[in-house]
Each structure stands twice: as structure tokens, then as C-alpha cells.
């Protein structure tokens, strides 16, 4: 089975403070892609990162940064320097690969509400 | 270049009343993806069409629901008979067709009230 554990309901911070949303996984896939999206109020989900499997590097973009761990099968956001504007609900989803015309349908977790507050 | 576009936003409906929530995806995208976000379900899968193949219909919830991708393009989910349970927010995805995982565009949703 497969399955997106974000913990975390709902997180507040004040502005410039650094704040990780953490998400584990479950899989047997050996390859697989994880994925974090954000959705603002306005409701649209954004693209923010995708990951391989076999790609354990850690990412950083701004003032976003991913930290890839399969030894405990998560993959953790963080943000630093925390902005108003960042407030949002986080997804972090999973997908297998595409073998054999499956699809790579997106198994979400439940999401991490982040309020920055000025 | 336009995103995923979705229509209507907004479609209140009554019990037993049948509803078309349409998608327009990023154009050249082959893959289109409709998803459901609910409060007591979170986000679930629906169903998935990649071009000339059969769609992937394995997340509809009842038969009820269904879909078609006319022209390799748009897309009309159709709920039929709705009941109050459908009330939600469906979205749309696009993407390319890569190897082995593409990256889905979701458009701004349809949220659908049963009343």
C-alpha cells in the first residue's frame, strides 16, 4: 500500500522565523517520485518540487529547501526566513513510476496548514 | 502561457440534479488527471486519460461519475443523480508524458455544492 503522512495539522510561525513541514511516506515501489505542492487561499494547487527516488541530494530554491532521507522515508520542507505570503496548505503527495501504462496518479497527504503571522 | 483552466468555479446544485464540471488543460499536455478535495476524504484521485489509451478510471466513487476527453484536449467530468456526499472541489491536472513520472498542473478547481 501507499500512503503520505503529514503529521503536522496545522503549524503557526511569525514572520522570519524558519519552519519544516515534515512528510513521510510509504511504498514497495523501489522507484518512485515525491512531490510537495502548496495551495494558497485562492485554492490552486502549485507545483513546488519533484523528486526521484534514487536522488537522494538535497535541494535548496530561495528560501525553500528539501531534505530527502529514505533511511526514514521522508521528505521534509523547510522554509526559512518565513514571509506572510508563504501562508498556505502544503501537500506533499507520492507517485509511483510509469511501467506497463500504470498511472501516475498523485497519493496526497492530508496537508500542513502554515500561518505567518507579521 | 495559460494554465489549466476549469469551468464553472462555482456550480450549486440540487440533491439529484445532474452537473458537467469542464477542463481545459495546458496545451500540448497529452496526460489529464481529475482529482476531488473534500473535507473528510482529502485529496483523491479520480480518473486519468494519455491520449488514444483507455482512461484509468479506477478512482471514480460510484458509477455515478464519469468522464470523457474529446479531441485529446478538453475534458467534462458528469456527475449524474448528485447527492450531498459529491459536494467538493474538483480539480483538473495536465501534464507531459515523460519516462517514467510527469509533473501535473492543477487548474483552480470547480466547487460544487449539492444542496
Known amino acids: 500500500a501507499q500512503k503520505v503522512t503529514q503529521a503536522q495539522t496545522e503549524i503557526s510561525v511569525v514572520e522570519k522565523e524558519d519552519v519544516t513541514l515534515d512528510c513521510v511516506y510509504e511504498t514497495r515501489d523501489t522507484t518512485y517520485y515525491l512531490f510537495w505542492y502548496k495551495q494558497p487561499p485562492s485554492g490552486e494547487l502549485v507545483f513546488l518540487i519533484r523528486r526521484n527516488s534514487f536522488d537522494e541530494q538535497n535541494e535548496i530554491s530561495g528560501r525553500y529547501s528539501w531534505n530527502f532521507q529514505k533511511s526514514t522515508s521522508s521528505f521534509n520542507f523547510t522554509i526559512t526566513a518565513s514571509q506572510v505570503v508563504d501562508s498556505a496548505v502544503y501537500f506533499c503527495a507520492l507517485s509511483p513510476p510509469r511501467y506497463g501504462g500504470a498511472t501516475n496518479k498523485l497519493i496526497f497527504g492530508t496537508g500542513t496548514l502554515l500561518a505567518v503571522q507579521p | 502561457g495559460a494554465g489549466v483552466s476549469q469551468s464553472p468555479s462555482n456550480k450549486v446544485t440540487e440533491k439529484g440534479k445532474d452537473v458537467e464540471l469542464r477542463c481545459d488543460p495546458i496545451?500540448?499536455?497529452?496526460?489529464l488527471y481529475w482529482y476531488r478535495q473534500s473535507l473528510g476524504q482529502g485529496l483523491e484521485f479520480l480518473i486519468y486519460f494519455q491520449g488514444n489509451s483507455a482512461p484509468d478510471k479506477s478512482g471514480l466513487p460510484s458509477d455515478r461519475f464519469s468522464a470523457e476527453r474529446t479531441g485529446g484536449s478538453v475534458s467534462t467530468l458528469t456527475i449524474q443523480r448528485t447527492q450531498q456526499e459529491d459536494s467538493a472541489v474538483y480539480l483538473c491536472?495536465?501534464?507531459?508524458?515523460?519516462?517514467?513520472?510527469?509533473?501535473?498542473?492543477f487548474g483552480p478547481g470547480t466547487r460544487l455544492t449539492v444542496l
Open positions: 496545451s500540448g499536455h497529452t496526460a
Open positions: 491536472a495536465s501534464s507531459w508524458i515523460a519516462e517514467r513520472t510527469d509533473t501535473q498542473y
